[in-house]
């Protein structure tokens, strides 16, 4: 499986942006999809996940009622709405498969990941 993530770059506090991520080879339209971000100097942090059907999400509290996640299994691939974006969120955020049932924020879980795309916010 191979993930190709887009869609970052460089706003303003308050703004927008939509990130996607592509899949292909083997795709996983029967299994979790996932975002993640790592600040510098700082961990991989879950930000949400979404089922495969898309009828259930999963988001982390800090992104909670800003970012919605959401998939085309059809196009084989997952979007990230980021809205009222704040200098914190600031990051490269991944997306990742995990080809399981359940929804999870736990990194090891998911097989694969895409390379990343920058966020970057300005105050």
């Known amino acids: 499986v191979q993930l190709q993530a887009s869609g970052g770059g460089s706003v303003q506090a308050g703004g927008s942006l939509r990130l996607s991520c592509a899949a292909s080879?083997?795709?996983?339209?029967?299994?979790?999809m996932g975002w993640f971000r790592q600040a510098p100097g700082r961990e991989r942090e879950f930000v949400a996940a979404?089922?495969?059907?898309?009828?259930?999400?999963y988001y982390a509290n800090s992104v909670q009622g800003r970012f919605t996640i959401s998939r085309d299994n059809a196009k084989n691939t997952v979007y990230l709405q980021m809205n009222s974006l704040k200098p914190e969120d600031m990051a490269v955020y991944y997306c990742?498969?995990?080809?399981?049932?359940?929804?999870?924020?736990?990194?090891?879980?998911?097989?694969?990941w895409g390379q990343g795309t920058l966020v970057t916010v300005s105050s």
């Open positions: 990742a498969a995990d080809p399981g049932r359940l929804l999870t924020r736990t990194p090891r879980a998911y097989d694969y």
């Open positions: 080879g083997r795709t996983f339209s029967s299994g979790v």
């Open positions: 979404i089922s495969w059907s898309g009828g259930s999400t």
